[in-house]
């Protein structure tokens, strides 16, 4: 039996910069995660502008930047009819930007620092298997290390179950998971001699898909696919590039010269919806949380706000307590409802190509509408501690 303040499953971007924001607020932590260093993962790899500063305060966006990272300045959309709307981050003058940024290279730096911190102890390889509850209230999990089998548990005054869709934490009494009813599965891959790209992000409403072109080099995106989860995944993977090229003409003669520079990448379904978040002695963060449809690609930005305001809350209340981690919710739901807006509404508009052909002209009609839009989406309308700083 191991004791801790706080223990945190899950070693992902909400886990990790959970680990750190509590750490700087006095809590130690045993940050729990099955995985044994940094693999990919499907991601669009787009940070939304109101995660940058976040990532700033943790120290991580200068060594991400050196290693790769690249702004991103606005959105574009396009219908099938190939109608453009495209917009920029209000602020974008002023320094207001989005960070593509690989993977590897986020989950790798936040990795760097949780090791650098004396506060955290890491247990990679190990699995949690049960989340303890005891008269009604959580005191620790239970963990199983994958390549001895050894069980041990943790008892800790705050569980935080960053496990991301499937959490040990969503049979706790009242979480209740719920998947909406459109099944959509996400693809993803860099694409090298991609032509045409730019500094904005581009989403291309076709039939049944969706894509979202995320630019990491001159000529080089990261390329994600969302579909309606029918067929095999593989297949789809193996048509990956074949699907862009149909998507359009435009897209086709973009990607003559294109080629897949890694392994496509598929998760899903996408999307989960959670009745509570947190409860004595436990709390959510991350997708675990509940995620919105990676759509307008919010779900990093969104762990490290939610991180952020858990990390200020604590250091208000003196304690990782209920109170602490209800504060950091409220934060966390307003600001998902503010980037919900355009989430709903794409989705909205995907389903529908005469819906997103007039909506994408209106954009196109009144781009200062779209553009504050698209400052509620960056996050910039939530709430006064979003404010890129
Ligand atoms: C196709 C696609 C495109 C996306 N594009 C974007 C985008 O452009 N921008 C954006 O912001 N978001 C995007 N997202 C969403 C984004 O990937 C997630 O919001 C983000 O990864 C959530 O981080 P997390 O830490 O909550 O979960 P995860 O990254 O899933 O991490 C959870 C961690 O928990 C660990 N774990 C799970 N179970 C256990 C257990 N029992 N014991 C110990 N460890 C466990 C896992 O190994 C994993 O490391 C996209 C998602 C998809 C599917």
Request: aromatic share 4%; hydrophobic share 45%; with cysteine.
């Amino acid at each position: 039996v191991r004791e801790t303040s706080c223990v945190i499953v899950g070693g992902g971007p909400a886990g990790a910069a959970t680990a750190l924001y509590l750490a700087r607020a006095g809590v130690g932590v045993t940050l729990v995660e099955a995985q044994v260093g940094v693999k990919p993962k499907a991601c669009g790899e787009g940070v939304m502008p109101a995660g940058v500063p976040v990532l700033h305060d943790l120290g991580l966006l200068a060594p991400a930047l050196a290693r790769g990272a690249r702004p991103f300045h606005g959105i574009r959309y396009r219908t099938p009819a190939g109608t453009v709307a495209e917009a920029r981050f209000p602020g974008w003058r002023r320094g207001v930007h989005g960070l593509a940024v690989p993977r590897p290279v986020l989950d790798g730096l936040l990795r760097e620092a949780v090791l650098a911190e004396r506060a955290i102890t890491l247990l990679e390889g190990w699995r949690v298997s049960d989340v303890l509850l005891l008269g009604g209230r959580v005191r620790g999990v239970r963990v199983r290390e994958r390549a001895t089998g050894r069980i041990e548990e943790i008892l800790a005054d705050l569980s935080v179950g960053a496990d991301g869709h499937g959490s040990r934490f969503h049979s706790l009494p009242g979480v209740a998971p719920r998947r909406p009813a459109r099944k959509r599965l996400g693809l993803s891959a860099h694409v090298a001699g991609f032509a045409g790209l730019t500094d904005v992000v581009e989403v291309h409403l076709a039939p049944s898909r969706e894509i979202y072109i995320t630019p990491t080099a001159d000529s080089e995106a990261n390329v994600a696919v969302i579909v309606e989860e029918a067929g095999e995944p593989a297949a789809r993977a193996a048509d990956f590039l074949g699907s862009l090229a149909r998507a359009s003409d435009e897209l086709a003669e973009r990607c003559a010269r294109a080629r897949v520079v890694d392994t496509v990448r598929a998760r899903g379904p996408l999307g989960l919806a959670v009745a509570r978040t947190s409860g004595p002695g436990w709390t959510l963060a991350g997708d675990a949380a509940g995620a919105l449809d990676p759509i307008t690609g919010e779900g990093i930005a969104l762990a490290l706000i939610h991180a952020r305001a858990l990390g200020e809350a604590v250091r208000r209340t003196g304690a990782p307590d209920l109170a602490a981690c209800e504060t950091a919710h409220r934060v966390r739901q307003r600001t998902m409802r503010e980037l919900s807006v355009l989430t709903s509404a794409t989705l909205f508009l995907a389903g529908s190509p005469r819906l997103s052909e007039a909506a994408v002209r209106l954009m196109r009609a009144f781009p200062g509408v779209f553009a504050r839009l698209l400052g509620v989406a960056a996050g910039r309308g939530a709430t006064k501690e979003n404010e890129p700083r």
